[in-house]
């Protein structure tokens, strides 16, 4: 029986974080994620490694581009608002292929928006947020345990494919308090030989940059970062399908919603619909196949969203339109009931999305 | 006596070596084009140069070299 | 014969991109001249700013990183603090250190950051055509400031030495010059003090290198360096701001 603790959801990503051999944090103070910022700045110095509060988000991400690029596993964490501020960051990250892992315990926006949970960072997480042809590998944890092991996984896939890892939460997993457990997590190691450690004199200089300015270089040089993403694509896509085997309605929710959702998937089974769930763990790559499979079984599809309405364009888009696809949400730090999914599963059973 | 070299092909023409050196050794030839398309650095008198190095400490190219 | 004179091994053997005249390749030598006599080409990693100096990672042998503009110091505190037993520089203009990056400067000078900042302020954006910068002098004509620089519009140039000089944090502040061989060589003697501080571990140095930018400026290189002597340097005077160590042995 694996040791099983008991941990608040963002001091869980701080744990497995350091666990996975993060030993640099830098950050900036922003609610609701400052436990992670707390929790490194705890151990960081107990283990030898460096918890630094930087002067804004800008410079964080900063650091963690530097810090990055000097070949190390590092980690900032923000909520929405300090994402937008970080853009600039992930853009040149992106653009000069070193791997980091960036946390965003969404909640309300636009604007200073309020502190609530959200998911309404699904479109700057999943679409751009930052300038340039770029992509993050965007995980979406639905519980404590999730906000551990995707962490983990976050740090291994950014190292393996020379990118950033965002961990897309909310405020409720953020705060939320749940028995986990470290035993299975695996950590990989990868080499790093373009990292800045120093020539020595021994080697042509390493550069690390995101310039160039000949078109048909920059050309090539995004090209070849998407035949990286294809491999993503190919790979990476996580899901989870609950009770999706006969199911005539498929729920679509991912992180906090999909656990309202389930409920309200039950509960419509009690009342004898046959609905069931696709999770989508990995937000970006999206599990556009799961979703395609569903299509052409059920007579519809509804996404249950803490926004006005952002994956459900990726589920329209990946069910090729075949199906309608109705929303369930509520924004602003509001979160829909089970009994208001259960309403829109009973709708959608009598054809209306 | 010294030396001095141009790596004229880099050269940019600016003039500040010129300016620089205290004997009135260095011009800007009128007479040359280099690859770059500019009227290089050249010494025009040898004999009074003392290998002090102020050309090269104020050429932006570091294109010269001093030998003594 | 021996060489009395000759290009520093740790600038890269090609052409600078700058234009003629400009005094950017000069700073790069005296950088590298240090590097080289201090034999940490090896250690080294520079952070090149956004700018005319941009392409510095080219120029330098050493191990070199891109920053966007104005996170220079934000970059090079993330490597410098995951690889302390190396050497980490920044190379900025005054556009990126003093306007945009202006609050990655003061917090990393503010932490003591155990980093070199070269910073070359010749008072204009060049990269960018000839804008007016944080330390366009008052009544400089650029292409966004037509008429003159009118500080009652647009404000004062920041005197980011004497700025810094204020703060407990840094250890080392000092302006120099690039206009003659004199203030030359005396830039390099700071910049090397500035290198060997961080070997020391004795923290944030800033060395302000007053430059030229004839281009923008509109003037031939020699007018431009004139210019340094005549109208930069009485607003920006050459000197030693803060010396954290020599203060020490002083009051000893």
């Known amino acids: ?353 | 006596m010294a030396n001095v070299t141009f790596r004229t092909d880099w050269c940019k023409g600016c003039g500040l070596c010129v300016d620089a050196c205290p004997k009135g050794c260095l011009a800007i030839a009128s007479d040359k084009i280099n690859k770059k398309g500019y009227s290089p650095a050249v010494m025009v008198d040898q004999e009074k140069c003392i290998g002090c190095a102020f050309c090269a400490t104020m050429c932006p190219d570091c294109i010269i070299t001093v030998e003594k | ?252």
């Open chain 3, 1 to 252: 014969m021996a060489v009395v004179f000759q290009k520093p091994k740790s600038l890269a053997d090609i052409p600078l991109h700058y234009c003629p005249g400009c005094p950017h390749g000069i700073i790069h030598r005296l950088v590298a001249e240090v590097l080289d006599e201090l034999g940490i080409e090896g250690k080294a990693i520079g952070v090149a700013p956004v700018g005319c100096a941009v392409m510095a990672y080219d120029y330098f042998n050493c191990d070199m990183i891109e920053a966007a503009h104005g996170r220079a110091p934000a970059v090079a505190t993330g490597i410098k603090r995951c690889r302390p037993e190396n050497i980490v520089f920044t190379y900025q203009g005054d556009g990126d250190l003093a306007s945009i990056g202006m609050a990655e400067t003061v917090h990393a000078a503010a932490r003591n950051e155990n980093i070199t900042v070269i910073f070359v302020n010749n008072a204009i954006y060049g990269m960018t055509g000839g804008q007016m910068a944080p330390t366009s002098l008052p009544g400089q004509v650029t292409q966004t400031s037509p008429y003159g620089r009118d500080v009652n519009h647009c404000g004062w140039p920041i005197k980011v030495c004497e700025m810094l000089s204020t703060l407990e944090g840094p250890e080392f502040i000092a302006r120099v010059a690039a206009n003659n061989v004199k203030n030359v060589n005396q830039a390099k003697k700071a910049i090397k003090k500035a290198f060997q501080n961080q070997i020391e571990g004795k923290g944030f140095s800033l060395v302000e290198v007053v430059s030229a930018c004839p281009t923008n400026w509109g003037m031939t290189p020699q007018q431009a360096l004139k210019w340094v002597e005549s109208d930069m340097l009485p607003y920006y005077p050459i000197g030693v701001y803060k010396d954290r160590t020599a203060a020490k042995e002083a009051a000893k």
């Open chain 1, 1 to 353: 029986m694996a040791e099983r603790v008991l941990m608040k959801g963002n001091e869980a990503i701080a744990e497995a974080a350091i666990r996975a051999g993060c030993r640099h944090y830098f950050g900036y103070p922003i609610t609701p994620q400052t436990e992670i910022a707390a929790y490194m700045a705890k151990k960081m110095p107990k283990i030898g490694g460096v918890f630094l509060q930087a002067e804004s988000e800008i410079a964080s991400i900063n650091m963690v581009y530097g810090a990055a690029a000097a070949g190390m596993r590092v980690m900032t964490s923000s909520s929405s608002p300090g994402i937008s501020l970080k853009a600039e960051g992930l853009s040149y990250i992106a653009g000069s292929d070193v791997p980091a892992l960036v946390v965003n315990v969404q909640r309300g926006g636009p604007g200073l928006g309020g502190i609530q949970p959200s998911q309404s960072d699904y479109f700057q997480a999943t679409k751009g947020g930052g300038h340039g042809d770029y992509r993050m590998i965007v995980l979406a944890p639905a519980s404590v345990q999730e906000m551990a092991s995707l962490t983990i996984k976050g740090f291994n896939l950014a190292d393996k494919y020379l990118m950033t890892s965002m961990i897309l939460a909310d405020g409720t997993i953020g705060q939320m308090m749940e028995p986990i457990t470290f035993e299975d997590a695996e950590i990989e190691t990868y080499e790093k030989p373009w990292a800045l450690t120093g020539t020595n004199c021994e080697r042509p200089h390493n550069i690390v940059n995101s310039l160039y300015l000949k078109p048909d270089e920059l050309e090539v040089k995004n090209m070849e970062r998407y035949e990286r993403y294809k491999l993503v694509e190919q790979n990476e896509p996580m899901w989870e399908e609950y009770m999706m085997e006969d199911a005539e309605l498929c729920v679509v929710a991912f992180g906090i919603a999909s656990r309202v959702a389930k409920n309200a998937v039950v509960a419509a089974r009690n009342e004898g619909i046959k609905v069931g769930l696709i999770r989508p763990i990995t937000l970006w790559p999206f599990p556009k196949d799961a979703l395609l499979a569903a299509a052409d079984k059920v007579k519809g599809f509804i996404s249950v969203e803490l926004n006005m309405g952002q994956m459900i364009e990726d589920v329209r888009l990946y069910t090729q339109c075949k199906k309608p696809v109705g929303l369930c949400s509520r924004c602003g730090g509001m979160i829909p009931s089970p009994e208001e999914v259960l309403e829109s599963i009973r709708k959608a059973q009598k054809g209306e999305f």
